[in-house]
């Protein structure tokens, strides 16, 4: 696979994707055009429902586009089979949900090791390594907890962890701190922004929590499918 020159890590341009047909088709992106460059946190923010999750599926690669183009780090996924979207997702892209998304059977360490153990590396080397990432979430001594035995902000880390464990380029964030209290959220975002953000990395981040748009580099604003437009932090006096 080769790759184009890369300036931008993520380049989207004029992507429209709907779900559904007919009566129930809903039209979630229309026309949506965004870059993120390496070094930064970009932030998506925009009301409930005007497509930002739907813009990081088409990032990452999980769903396919009605029209339009996307680059990630180079590439044009339009031009990737599925099995290398996935491949490629599985090496560059770390995730961070709202819902943690922890698996509740494994332990902290079990839950961060995942990303290593499904590009099969041994679970031993997995473990100690994942181990050493939550020990920079400061979670040492709770890498045998199960989730329900942690806090929310305790459990953000652990998922933290999980996205980072494996060292991607890429870390998708959708709504992290929405579950959590005000003071765990600014916390999850000063750990995410010191420990994440590197200079060949881009860190993209959607809310809708405006005690957290401080800690964006650029804030990128959607409305109704589109973004319609992109904002110093300063900058930015949203209603
Ligand atoms: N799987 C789906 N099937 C049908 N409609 C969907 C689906 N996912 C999202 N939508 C619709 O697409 C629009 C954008 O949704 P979404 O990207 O989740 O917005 P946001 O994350 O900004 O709240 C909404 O109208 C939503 O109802
Ligand atoms: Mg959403």
Redesign the pocket.
């Known amino acids: 696979m080769s790759a184009a020159p890369v300036e931008t890590a993520v380049r989207v341009n004029g992507v429209v994707k709907s779900?559904?047909r007919g009566e129930?088709r809903?039209?979630?992106?229309k026309g949506a055009s965004l870059e993120a460059r390496f070094g930064e946190l970009l932030m998506i923010v925009?009301?409930?429902?005007?497509?930002?999750?739907?813009?990081?599926?088409v990032i990452c690669g999980t769903l396919d586009v009605d029209e339009g183009a996307i680059e990630v780090f180079g590439h044009d996924l339009a031009g990737m089979s599925t099995g290398a979207i996935t491949k490629f997702r599985g090496e560059n892209v770390g995730f961070i949900f709202q819902q943690f998304n922890l698996i509740p059977t494994l332990t902290a360490v079990e839950n961060a090791s995942v990303p290593l153990l499904l590009r099969g590396e041994p679970t031993r080397r997995a473990e100690a390594r994942a181990a050493a990432v939550l020990g920079h979430m400061g979670l040492g001594g709770r890498e045998r907890s199960y989730p329900r035995e942690l806090s929310g902000g305790q459990q953000q880390r652990v998922a933290i962890s999980r996205a980072l464990v494996h060292e991607p380029r890429l870390i998708i964030c959708?709504?992290p701190t929405a579950s959590l209290d005000a003071a765990t959220g600014q916390r999850t975002m000063e750990l995410l922004k010191e420990s994440a953000l590197r200079p060949d990395r881009c860190v993209i981040v959607?809310t809708?929590d405006s005690r957290i748009f401080h800690f964006a580099d650029r804030i990128a604003e959607?409305e109704d499918?589109r973004v319609v437009g992109v904002h110093l932090p300063k900058d930015f006096h949203h209603v």
């Open positions: 779900y559904g129930t809903t039209l979630a992106l925009g009301p409930s429902g005007c497509g930002k999750t739907t813009l990081l599926s959708d709504e959607v809708h959607m499918g």
